[in-house]
Structures are given as C-alpha cells and as structure tokens.
C-alpha cells in the first residue's frame, strides 16, 4: 500500500507536533514536512510533492490563504486541507475558490481528521459537516438582491469580480494598484449598495449574476 505523503503546516509546533503523531500510527500515511508559516510550506512543497497539505489559515509572515494559489502553482498535484480554528463562512468559501478540496475545524475528532485526509488523497471533496450546514445555509438563504438607484461604479464592480474569485483584499489592491484600505472601502460600498451582509453574499451575489469568471 502506497503510504500519503503529508505536509503539516501550523504556526503552533503543540498543534503541528500532535497532528505528526497522530498521523505516525497510520501505516497507510507519511509525514514528509513539517512548516511553521506559509513561505515555508510553499518551499517544502515545491521539493517534496506531497499527496495532502493540512494548512493553517491564520499564520504569520504569511497565511494559509495567500499561501493556497502559491502551493497550487508549484505542485498542482498536491490536494489541501485547510485545518483551522476559524469557521467564518467566507473563509471557507474563499479556501475553496482558492484551490483547497477540504475545509476541517482543529476542534474535529481524529477519526474525521484522518478520514478527510483520507478522501482529499483521492480527491474527494472534504468539508466539515458543521461547516457545510454554514456555507448551504448562506447558499439557501443569501440576503435579498436588491439593485438600487446607486449603482457600482467600474472599480465597485471589478473589486465585486475580483471577491467572487476569492481574491483577498491585499490581492484587489495589488491587481487594481490601489492601496488596501481602499479596497476596504470599496467592498464596504459594494455591501451596502447591494445590501448584502458579508464577502460570502457579495461572491454568491457575483455568481449568480454571471461575475465570477471574468477575469477585469
């Protein structure tokens, strides 16, 4: 039996150093890295290809977030495994559009740890199911899209595109060449124009209006 490869990425070595030894008694896994922020986890990728990365979201230097596209383009083949204490729902949907298969709350049992790991190995969608119930809830029941007499204006509606792909805001800022706080605001009017009470609204907002795959 072929053992997966892992990368163990978290900030916290207590949570990084119980996650390898949990995952050392499975004889049908290997832990092959182990990395403390996001830079590191994009090195250690490039060299060692692992099956599945666990990543952290919330690191220092730099974060799981920036971190997914990053891994993605150095080794495509590698599946992800966000591993967080956060359960907003944008980010998992940001993770998501990102590039991650599997969304898990470090509050989660062993037995679903390995399992997602499990099925992220072949390519398996995993999400917490706590964490599913969130996002098919935002999917079930978005705020009332309203158009209103105070339309987008043109930075309005690419910073609009640019949140339906799962863009961070330093990410809008660098690609419109704006500063981050002025993205901040340009979100904060997209919100209330629209009357959509999150990032998650706002994307499922772009997607429903056919937004999300234009790349302006």
């Given at each position: 039996?072929?053992?997966?490869?892992?990368?163990?990425?978290?900030?916290?070595?207590?949570?990084?150093?119980?996650?390898?030894?949990?995952?050392?008694?499975?004889p049908?896994?290997?832990?092959?890295?182990?990395?403390?922020?996001?830079?590191?986890?994009?090195?250690?990728?490039?060299?060692?290809?692992?099956d599945?990365?666990?990543?952290?979201?919330?690191?220092?230097?730099?974060?799981?977030?920036?971190?997914?596209?990053?891994?993605?383009?150095?080794?495509?083949?590698?599946?992800?495994?966000?591993?967080?204490?956060?359960?907003?729902?944008d980010?998992?949907?940001?993770s998501?559009?990102?590039?991650a298969?599997?969304?898990?709350?470090?509050?989660?049992?062993?037995?679903?740890?390995l399992?997602?790991?499990?099925?992220?190995?072949?390519?398996?969608?995993s999400i917490?199911?706590?964490?599913?119930?969130?996002?098919?809830?935002?999917?079930?029941?978005?705020?009332?899209?309203?158009y209103?007499?105070?339309?987008?204006?043109?930075?309005?509606?690419?910073?609009?595109?640019?949140?339906a792909?799962?863009?961070?805001?330093q990410?809008?800022?660098?690609?419109?060449?704006?500063?981050?706080?002025?993205?901040?605001?340009?979100?904060?009017?997209?919100?209330?124009?629209?009357?959509?009470?999150?990032?998650?609204?706002?994307?499922?907002?772009?997607?429903n209006?056919?937004?999300?795959?234009s790349?302006?």
């Amino acid at each position: 039996m072929k053992a997966i490869r892992i990368l163990v990425v978290d900030d916290e070595s207590v949570v990084r150093d119980g996650v390898v030894t949990i995952l050392s008694f499975q004889p049908d896994m290997k832990v092959v890295g182990e990395a403390e922020n996001g830079i590191k986890a994009v090195e250690i990728a490039r060299q060692a290809k692992p099956d599945v990365i666990l990543l952290d979201l919330m690191m220092p230097k730099q974060s799981g977030l920036e971190s997914i596209p990053k891994i993605k383009h150095v080794s495509p083949d590698s599946r992800i495994l966000v591993l967080t204490s956060f359960d907003e729902s944008d980010l998992v949907y940001q993770s998501i559009k990102a590039g991650a298969l599997g969304f898990l709350l470090k509050d989660a049992t062993r037995v679903q740890l390995l399992q997602a790991i499990r099925d992220v190995a072949k390519g398996q969608a995993s999400i917490q199911p706590s964490i599913a119930m969130k996002v098919i809830n935002e999917i079930d029941h978005p705020a009332e899209l309203i158009y209103t007499a105070n339309p987008l204006t043109p930075r309005e509606l690419e910073t609009l595109k640019f949140i339906a792909r799962g863009l961070s805001n330093q990410e809008i800022a660098n690609s419109l060449v704006v500063h981050e706080r002025t993205v901040a605001k340009y979100v904060s009017s997209i919100l209330n124009k629209l009357h959509l009470a999150n990032r998650t609204q706002a994307a499922l907002y772009a997607i429903n209006e056919g937004l999300a795959e234009s790349k302006k």
